[in-house]
């Protein structure tokens, strides 16, 4: 099992551009999170997918969309990228969104904005 | 909303002492606490985790603490390794809240 697989691992986009974030995980989890993580300010949730067919802004949405494809897929895009965007992206997945299982987190993605 | 205090920000041990790091939240409502280890470069995985009507759990050199009624619970490293040094989150509840992470260094 990969686990949870998220592309690109690395992006430079200018002021403007549009990207999305892929991310597939293969643990047949209900739950699917996006998050950012910026020096000193630790994990913050963009969005999150408690499950397919649900999605829900966490505590950062603001320029960003989501989009639970399927169970295995939730995508996260940039419409027009600023440079306070620039930050490193994790997806995560969990069996159960509501009762505290553990959750696994990809690689990451390094998003530069120019 | 949902709010999770860490202390300290970074913490430096000399190899074989312990290390412990803490952590308070606001909802009363939270009933589950892992701690999250991110070494430079790499994602967070989980080490330990503590659901609210349990008020310690070991494994191995690690352990956790709950104090609900204080609010906080708290990371205990015994006898420190080098390969402990990387960056400790707290989380709160699901979808998880973090901490803005400790930064452990063992001195050899």
């Known amino acids: 099992n990969a686990g949870v697989t998220q592309t690109p691992k690395f992006q430079v986009l200018k002021t403007g551009q549009s990207m999305t974030l892929q991310c597939a995980q293969d643990?047949?989890?209900?739950?699917m999170y996006w998050y950012r993580q910026d020096p000193g300010m630790g994990l913050r949730l963009i969005y999150y997918?408690?499950?397919?067919?649900?999605?829900d802004k966490g505590e950062v949405p603001n320029g960003y969309n989501v989009s639970r494809l399927n169970k295995r897929e939730f995508s996260l895009r940039l419409e027009s990228a600023a440079p306070s965007q620039t930050s490193v992206y994790f997806c995560?997945?969990?069996?159960?969104?509501?009762?505290?299982?553990?959750?696994?987190f990809g690689e990451g993605s390094w998003l530069t904005v120019v | 909303g949902e709010n999770v205090e860490q202390h300290p920000s970074t913490l430096s041990v000399q190899e074989g002492d312990s290390a412990v790091i803490k952590c308070t939240y606001s909802?009363?409502?939270?009933?589950?606490f892992p701690w999250y280890k991110q070494e430079l470069g790499k994602r967070p995985q989980l080490i330990i985790d503590?659901?609210?009507?349990?008020g310690e759990k070991k494994d191995q050199r690690i352990a956790v603490t709950l104090n609900k009624t204080a609010k906080h619970f708290s990371l205990h490293i015994t006898e420190t390794q080098p390969e402990d040094s990387a960056v400790y989150f707290c989380?709160?509840?699901?979808?998880?809240?973090f901490g803005k992470g400790t930064r452990l260094s063992v001195i050899a």
């Open positions: 503590i659901r609210s009507n349990v």
């Open positions: 909802d009363s409502a939270s009933n589950y």
């Open positions: 995560a997945s969990s069996r159960q969104g509501i009762s505290g299982n553990t959750i696994y």
């Open positions: 989380a709160e509840n699901t979808p998880l809240v």
């Open positions: 997918s408690a499950s397919e067919g649900t999605t």
């Open positions: 643990m047949n989890h209900n739950s």
